[in-house]
């Protein structure tokens, strides 16, 4: 319930206040937010086959944002930023589907 609600709030102020991105973290933002729904499909597959750990999802959710901005910085420094990016994406992409399989698996045996 707490987390809904923390959810409900968050997307209430954020409605209200607008808040805008800064320039200089517009190429990081799409990184950090697939970065942060593939913890979040693997916390739900954890959940379904119950092995949910807290600390693991905390741990999971942050090295994820950190890693994948690391990469796409590392890529605007060497010159190839969008290219490491989409790699970036692809990756996360293909674990996200993965886990979304998974938790379909779980809820329709299908």
Excluded: E
């Excluded at 729904?37 to 959940?47: H, K, T, Y």
């Excluded at 910085?73 to 190839?80: M, Q, R």
């Amino acid at each position: 319930m707490i987390p809904a609600l923390g959810l409900a709030i968050g997307v209430v102020v954020g409605l209200l206040l607008q808040p805008t991105v800064p320039v200089w973290l517009q190429p990081y933002l799409p990184i950090a937010v697939i970065a942060a729904l593939d913890a979040v499909f693997g916390a739900v597959r954890a959940i379904l086959d119950g092995i949910f750990s807290d600390k693991v999802f905390v741990v999971s959710f942050l090295s994820n944002v950190v890693v994948a901005a690391f990469i796409v910085f590392l890529g605007d420094k060497l010159g190839v930023g969008s290219q490491l990016s989409t790699g970036v994406v692809v990756v996360l992409g293909v674990r996200i589907f993965s886990n979304v399989a998974s938790i379909r698996r779980h809820l329709f045996d299908a």
